[in-house]
């Protein structure tokens, strides 16, 4: 499985980014596709996970500002964030998880300042 996160970057408060990962190597269908976020000196948390059947589950502190979707055509997964926030700043990983093996990506930097 190879995963390849894009569309990190710097955004202003109350901006929007939409962070994308394509994966590769197996069958898309039948991971649940999730997005962790690590920030310097703490941490890495999950922030959303969508499964096959496309049910989804967000930590509270992004719930009302990110959604979490995936295309099983283009075998991608993708985390729409909005009315971002300075603490929302760190690097995101695009996770596949198929019972008990998770793959990872590289990360993507998201960086929410004036």
């Known amino acids: 499985v190879q995963l390849v996160e894009s569309g990190g970057g710097l955004v202003q408060p109350g901006g929007s980014l939409r962070l994308s990962c394509a994966f590769s190597g197996t069958i898309f269908e039948i991971f649940v596709m999730g997005w962790y976020r690590q920030a310097p000196g703490k941490q890495r948390l999950l922030v959303a996970s969508?499964?096959?059947?496309?049910?989804?589950n967000y930590a509270d502190s992004v719930k009302g500002r990110f959604t979490i979707s995936r295309d099983n055509i283009e075998n991608t997964v993708y985390l729409q964030m909005d009315s971002l926030k300075p603490e929302d700043t760190a690097v995101y990983y695009c996770t596949a998880r198929l019972r008990q093996e998770t793959y990872w990506g590289q990360g993507t930097q998201v960086t929410v300042s004036s």
């Open positions: 969508i499964t096959s059947d496309d049910s989804t």
